[in-house]
């Protein structure tokens, strides 16, 4: 199995910035082709975020997080960040980190369902 904690959500001022990690653990970790961050908005249906490849840490973004949001990892301590940047009130959400053990293409990637683990999700408040 595989365990993600998030750590690093918190309250932050419009235009502040946080950063988000995820750290893996477990006896299967080795298995993690790609870690992705979706996120959760109060009354909305949670949404895809960023995604990473473990070993080529090829990247990938939402629209709506793009040139903002910067997704990285660090495999020697198994964890994977994501970088907030330039934050707005509407990326207010719980954000949940993912791990998928196989490849997927462009559009299922950012699908809940081909993620395996899931760790329990980091509240993240931006204030205007």
């Known amino acids: 199995q595989v365990q993600l904690v998030e750590s690093g959500g918190g309250l932050v001022q419009a235009g502040g910035s946080l950063r988000l990690s995820c750290a893996a653990s477990g006896a299967r970790t080795f298995s993690i082709y790609a870690v992705g961050w979706f996120r959760q908005a109060p009354g909305k249906e949670r949404e895809f975020v960023a995604r990473i490849t473990w070993n080529g840490g090829s990247s990938i973004y939402a629209d709506s997080v793009k040139d903002r949001f910067t997704i990285s990892r660090d495999k020697a301590k198994n964890t994977v960040y994501l970088q907030m940047n330039s934050l707005k009130p509407e990326d207010t959400a719980v954000y949940y980190c993912?791990?998928?053990?196989?490849?997927?293409?462009?559009?299922?990637?950012?699908?809940?369902?081909?993620?395996?683990?899931w760790g329990q999700g980091t509240q993240v408040t931006v204030s205007s």
């Open positions: 993912a791990a998928d053990k196989e490849w997927h293409n462009f559009v299922t990637m950012r699908l809940q369902r081909v993620y395996d683990y």
